[in-house]
Nanobody
Framework: QVQLVESGGGLVQAGGSLRLSCVSS????????MGWFRQAPGSERVFVAR????????DYGVSVKGRFTISRDNAKNMVYLQMNSLKPEDTAVYFC???????????????????WGQGTQVTVSS
């Protein structure tokens, strides 16, 4: 059973930066594709970024492309989300997700992932 724990959230002013981290345990980390999603109050959980097992393939949501960078360190069982030029509309709970090998479903939807962390709050003030 894979367990994911996010950290690094907090309060930041618009234009600032944060780096989120997610540590994985209980599985072979390099076997899993990883993703970040976010959920604002009263809204659905939406795709932010994804990365394949090796880190050679990344993809981003339209609203964060060019500002956020996803990366991973398989030796440390970690995935990261570097967030720059933050905007108030980036305020949300950010979730780390893992996708098992052979798991079906689109990468861009929550149902494409079978393991989730508990989330970390990011608040961007204007």
């Amino acid at each position: 059973q894979v367990q994911l724990v996010e950290s690094g959230g907090g309060l930041v002013q618009a234009g600032g930066s944060l780096r989120l981290s997610c540590v994985s345990s209980g599985g072979t980390f390099r076997d899993y594709a990883m993703g970040w999603f976010r959920q604002a109050p009263g809204s659905e959980r939406v795709f932010v970024a994804r990365i394949n097992w090796s880190g050679s393939v990344t993809d981003y949501g339209v609203s964060v492309k060019g500002r956020f960078t996803i990366s991973r360190d398989n030796a440390k069982n970690m995935v990261y989300l570097q967030m720059n030029s933050l905007k108030p509309e980036d305020t949300a709970v950010y979730f780390c997700a893992a996708r098992s090998p052979g798991y079906s479903g689109y990468y861009y939807y929550p149902r494409g992932y079978d393991y989730w962390g508990q989330g970390t709050q990011v608040t961007v003030s204007s």
